[in-house]
């Protein structure tokens, strides 16, 4: 079976500053893998996805994850962070069975921009 | 287009009671989902259904639940009788025909259920 670990629950950055949230995966298989968003009030929304072409990534919003295969890492990061950005950040990989597709989250982590 | 719609957003009910909880998802898309995310825990897969047919119902936790999908289109999870465990908020998604491992699944702003 799949697994994700997202590390740390809780991120805080300063507006402009480098954000980085951690994603591990365990996979038996060539994985797939997905950040997503939530805002609050709203569904989680796609911000990038990994289907082994190029292993940068790059999504919507400014972020972009990094592929490796050596760390089973999907680390996901933005150069700036933006008082818009504080949301809730979910890594996962998808697995087939019985023929049908299903995403496996990590725990989640929340990100907040501090002014 | 409209994204899929949840309803209700909020839900108190009592330990004993039941609950139906409802999922549109995008019009013309086949693959539909059930997740749920329990308090502090990740978000776990339920079941999906491919159009009316329940494919995979591997995550449903025990017979309280039941998930239903109407002519392949709007689908219904009923929770009874809901224990307090039971609690936390449950998404739905819904993705357009196929099941390859790269497809991106449009999720629900969720139900957030409270078992009192």
């Known amino acids: 079976a799949q697994s994700v670990t997202q590390l740390g629950s809780h991120v805080s950055v300063s507006e402009g500053a480098l954000v980085l949230l951690r994603c591990n995966y365990s996979?038996?298989?060539?994985?797939?893998l997905f950040w997503y968003v939530q805002y609050p009030n709203q569904g989680l929304q796609l911000l990038l996805k990994y289907t082994s072409a190029a292993t940068l990534v790059k999504g919507i919003n400014g972020f972009e994850a990094e592929f490796k295969k050596s760390e089973t890492s999907f680390h996901l990061t933005k150069p700036s962070a933006h008082m818009s950005d504080a949301a809730e950040y979910f890594c996962?990989?998808?697995?087939?069975?019985?023929?049908?597709?299903?995403?496996?989250f990590g725990q989640g982590t929340r990100l907040t921009i501090n002014p | 287009e409209a994204g899929v719609t949840q309803f209700p957003s909020h839900s108190v009910i009592e330990k004993g009671q039941t609950v139906t909880l409802r999922c549109d998802p995008i019009s013309g898309h086949d693959n539909l989902y059930w997740y749920r995310r329990v308090m502090g825990k990740e978000i776990k897969f339920l079941l999906h259904f491919v159009k009316e047919s329940k494919q995979d119902e591997s995550g449903m936790p025990n017979n309280r639940f039941l998930a239903e999908r109407t002519g392949g289109t709007y689908s219904t999870l009923k929770v009874q009788p809901a224990e307090l465990e039971d609690s936390g908020v449950y998404f739905c998604?819904?993705?357009?025909?196929?099941?390859?491992?790269?497809?991106?699944?449009?999720f629900g702003p969720g139900t957030r259920l409270t078992v009192t």
């Open positions: 996962a990989v998808s697995e087939v069975a019985f023929g049908a597709q299903k995403l496996v």
């Open positions: 996979s038996s298989v060539p994985p797939y």
């Open positions: 998604a819904s993705s357009p025909q196929g099941t390859g491992r790269d497809y991106e699944q449009y």
